[in-house]
């Protein structure tokens, strides 16, 4: 075959993971990322990153619900995943991150989000008419109660979900590097610190993707942007992008210096197959590039104006550079043999299951959910029941 070098075994010749796996861990990475961001200002009374607080639950909440959909559309029987569910076993790692994602969905995001947005959702319910006013009634579940006493209560237990939810947000991710790591591993992705390196890619996927929002956003609603808040989540940003790319280069430090019989397949690959997507993408315009403008950023005396510029584009190619991780990874880790005699490569089809156009529907429909959810919650200050006033004074 003209795309396989050496000696290939058949069933090693065609690739079991496409690029909805590699979409899988990288929108569960949004969605920890976004969670952890929200805890700054929730758990340890981070003031100024308090504009993208709402904002960074609902991009949770719109990147988990669809989360669990590259993995429906990889299984060729995709109603036969509910069985995990119905009869769980303690041993299968597949089905315990299905209780770990409902427990994450149920009980951590949307009570954070109830919670929070409790208040204003009674108001607007009293604001409204028709079936707004019943579609609000019923997201309040009956609840009227707006005292002061209530809404500290409210505070109180808001607060105790998001410290549950951040280990919450650390195993919800967590277990992917797992998978990776331990339960299919090959010489790619068999290191202790595959779900640590996960990990903090994630957050920093999570928090460049609130970070371009918020700007996209209020450039869109023509709103000012917050200076003070979006230099602090920069900064937040900047730290956690030094942490990963930290224990990614320890990581490869390892490799290299341990040189097992592995190595020479995994060195070849890098110079061949992935060059482009790991060194060129990865590590040059995803990881240098982005920390060198970041670093700028917080060095430099730069105008509002240039600084906002820097922070787009640092986000954007930070997200290129985890996305790229992730294929190098997902896609990566399968194009060589067990024997390291062999190697394939991965045509990605375009119209097909598991083809581009799908992992594009993939990647817009959160965005998609996310907008309704800004209409229906909207994330700024205050403005629920003032809009829901206004329309009803105007009916």
């Known amino acids: 075959m003209p795309h396989v070098d050496g000696f290939m075994y058949p069933n090693e010749i065609e690739l079991q993971w496409s690029v ?17 961001l ?26 988990l619900l669809v989360a669990p959909l590259p993995l429906q559309l990889h299984l060729g029987h995709p109603e036969r995943s509910f069985e995990m569910l119905f009869t769980p076993h303690t041993t299968s790692a597949m089905a315990m991150f299905g209780f770990v994602y409902l427990w994450y969905l149920m009980v951590v995001l949307l009570l954070e989000i109830w919670l929070d947005y409790r208040k204003e959702l009674v108001l607007a319910a009293r604001a409204s008419r028709g079936l707004k006013r019943l579609l609000y009634r019923a997201i309040t579940l009956g609840s009227d109660n707006i005292s002061a006493a209530s809404l500290r209560i409210d505070d109180r237990v808001g ?12 195993l919800l991710h967590g277990y992917v590097g797992f998978i990776f790591g331990s339960i299919k591993a090959n010489p790619w992705w068999s290191t202790p610190l595959m ?19 918020y700007i996209a956003i209020s450039r869109l609603r023509r709103a000012t942007i917050d200076l003070v808040c979006v230099d602090t989540v920069a900064r937040y940003l900047y ?39 790991q060194i060129v993408l990865q590590i040059g315009l995803g990881t240098l590039m982005p920390l060198a403008i970041l670093a700028a950023t917080q060095l430099l005396r730069l105008a509002p104006a240039t600084r ?14 985890i996305l790229a991780m992730r294929w190098n990874v997902v896609i990566g880790g399968q194009l060589f043999s067990k024997s390291f005699l062999g190697y394939t490569t991965y045509k990605m089809s375009f119209a097909t299951r598991e083809g581009m156009l799908p992992a594009i529907l993939v990647m817009l429909l959160p965005l998609a959910i996310l907008a309704v959810l800004i209409k229906l ?12 006033q206004a329309d009803a004074e105007t009916s």
């Open 377 to 388: 919650l909207p994330p700024w200050e205050q403005p629920l029941a003032l809009a829901n």
């Open 239 to 277: 730290y956690a992008f030094l942490v990963d790319f930290s224990l990614e280069m320890l990581d490869l430090v390892h490799r290299i210096y341990e040189a097992d019989e592995s190595f020479r397949a995994l060195d070849f690959m890098v110079k061949t197959r992935l060059f482009t997507s």
């Open 308 to 321: 906002i510029r820097l922070y787009v584009i640092g986000s954007v190619l930070t997200l290129t550079g």
């Open 20 to 36: 909805l796996i590699v979409l899988y861990p990288f929108i569960t990475g949004l969605v920890a990322g976004a969670f952890i």
């Open 195 to 213: 779900p640590i390196v996960f990990l903090f890619s994630a957050i920093v996927s999570g928090i460049a993707a609130v970070l371009l929002l």
């Open 38 to 63: 929200a805890s700054l200002e929730r758990v340890f009374n981070v003031q100024a990153v308090k504009p993208t607080y709402r904002l960074a639950l609902l991009t949770a909440l719109a990147f």
């Open 159 to 170: 607060r105790i979900v998001t410290i549950v939810g951040i280990p919450s947000a650390f």
